[in-house]
């Protein structure tokens, strides 16, 4: 093969592709794989940028005789990635001696996506499994010991039914997070009255506010636009985010909705309408923000469970606002509280934006 074709070939591969030579040394790479790897200069030991045992492992056995081979590699810096590695041997070319080619193929995305099925699994489980076993030892209990009892039959009764409406939250919560993401892809084409929006979610705050001796008070900006979008996902957002700020503000504090016109949404151009949703609760550490929106992630599992939480709340709300095509951002600090913000473009929106994970 000469060498301008080669390097032609390589470089009309969509993904990394590394040429060595009998002695393990880079004969050609392709953009993607100069990128990916870095450090693949004609002539250098491919162990200088790969360096992973059974990559290596992979290129020699197929230098000794191997037609073949596939192994993972796993990249850690700057971000993690990982691929799937296809080792084989080319026939060589006059004067070319030995030949081995390297193919890898980014497997990141769905490696991440089997192991988030799997945990969701996971969870679903254990949230689900823990209510049914409570309801199952008191349902003994009350065909037994406690038959006649009275006093333990109304305990016990009242523990059920708390377990009862945990499960049906979960439940629900699901259904909700299914239907989002099912229909995620197709944008709302809708129109919104979002000052009307708010007023009403926040007004039915009124009172579950109180008993916390807080407040939920609501700023508007100025010539606020309708957006396009489904109102009752957006009621169902806000509602989250209120119903959080309150759950885990500081009683005796309140708690801000401002919604504010906005030139730019960040990350994703165009303007748009940012709603913000600011408590004053405890700081959030910085490592557990990006994963607040994940299925069943807690930040304390034991005080959500307390005050009702299913874990599911922002993820749906993080659904709902990619299927509006809008954007979602968490910041706390220590002296100003905790603030969502919920970004939503002005125009009919058209493409998906980058996700908060």
């Known amino acids: 093969m000469a060498n301008q074709n080669r390097t032609a070939l390589l470089e009309a591969l969509m993904d990394p592709a590394v040429l060595v030579d009998g002695e393990r040394r880079v004969v050609a790479a392709n953009k993607r794989a100069r990128e990916t790897f870095g450090g693949l200069g004609s002539g250098s030991d491919l162990a200088l940028s790969l360096r992973h045992p059974e990559a290596l492992d992979a290129v020699g056995a197929v230098l000794a005789g191997v037609p073949s081979t596939n192994t993972v590699v796993t990249q850690t810096v ?12 080319l026939s060589p070319e006059e004067g070319d001696g030995a030949r081995v080619l390297c193919l890898f193929r980014d497997v990141t995305a769905a490696r991440e996506a089997e192991r988030m099925r799997a945990d969701f699994i996971a969870n679903v489980s254990h949230e689900l499994r823990s209510p049914l076993v409570s309801l199952v030892g008191f349902i003994e209990t009350l065909k037994g010991p406690a038959r006649d009892d009275i006093e333990a039959r109304a305990r016990f009764l009242d523990i059920m039914d708390g377990e009862a409406r945990r499960m049906a939250r979960i439940v629900n ?69 209120i119903d959080n700020a309150v759950k885990y503000g500081r009683r005796d504090t309140p708690v801000r909705v401002q919604a504010l016109t906005r030139t730019r949404i960040p990350d994703i151009g165009g303007p748009g309408v940012a709603v913000m949703i600011t408590n004053q609760g405890e700081a959030i550490a910085p490592e557990h923000l990006p994963r607040l929106t994940e299925r069943f992630y807690r930040i304390d599992k034991g005080r959500s469970r307390d005050v009702g939480g299913t874990g599911l709340g922002l993820a749906i709300v993080k659904h709902i606002v990619n299927h509006h095509r809008g954007r979602l951002t968490i910041e706390s600090r220590a002296e100003q509280g905790n603030t969502f913000t919920v970004f939503l473009p002005r125009a009919a929106p058209t493409a998906t934006p980058p996700q908060l994970s």
């Open 78 to 89: 700057p971000v993690r990635q990982i691929f799937e590695m296809h080792v084989a041997a």
């Open 173 to 241: 919560d699901l259904l909700s997070l299914s239907r989002v993401e099912a229909g995620e892809h197709v944008p709302p084409t809708g129109s919104v009255d979002l000052v009307a929006l708010l007023a009403e979610v926040t007004k039915s705050f009124d009172a579950r506010a109180e008993e916390r001796g807080m407040s939920v008070t609501l700023h508007l900006g100025s010539d606020l636009p309708q957006i396009p979008g489904d109102r009752d996902e957006l009621i169902e957002v806000f509602h989250n985010l």
